[in-house]
């Protein structure tokens, strides 16, 4: 298998700030060598907002000594990917995490026919 993306993997928790509010925190985060494959797209509407929403595939190697959770994130391209699920795949003696994850993007918005 090829994985020629690079992504980054993030333990993420919310801090309450000085404001009252609460902030995203990366707790640790982690670098490696994936294959990230676009699946589908889909307008929804949230809050009366029409959104997009993407679902990918990732698949990178796995880690006994850190394997991913479904509540880590993904960070690619600049994008931040919700982990739906987390499936461990063997491949002979190569076992894989399987990712399916998640992105809203709001700024893209739906084609409409004339």
Do not use: F
């Amino acid at each position: 298998m090829v994985m020629r993306s690079r992504i980054t993997i993030a333990v993420v928790s919310w801090q309450q700030n000085d404001h009252g509010g609460v902030d995203q925190v990366d707790v640790d985060s982690w670098q490696t060598w994936a294959k990230v494959e676009n699946r589908t797209g889909a307008p929804l509407t949230q809050n009366a907002q029409q959104l997009w929403q993407y679902d990918y595939k990732i698949t990178k190697r796995y880690e006994a000594s850190r394997p991913v959770k479904s509540n880590y994130e993904v960070r690619y391209n600049g994008m931040r990917m919700k982990i739906n699920s987390v499936s461990i795949d063997q491949e002979g003696m190569i076992r894989y995490e399987v990712l399916r994850c998640t992105v809203i993007d709001e700024d893209i918005l739906p084609q409409t026919s004339s």
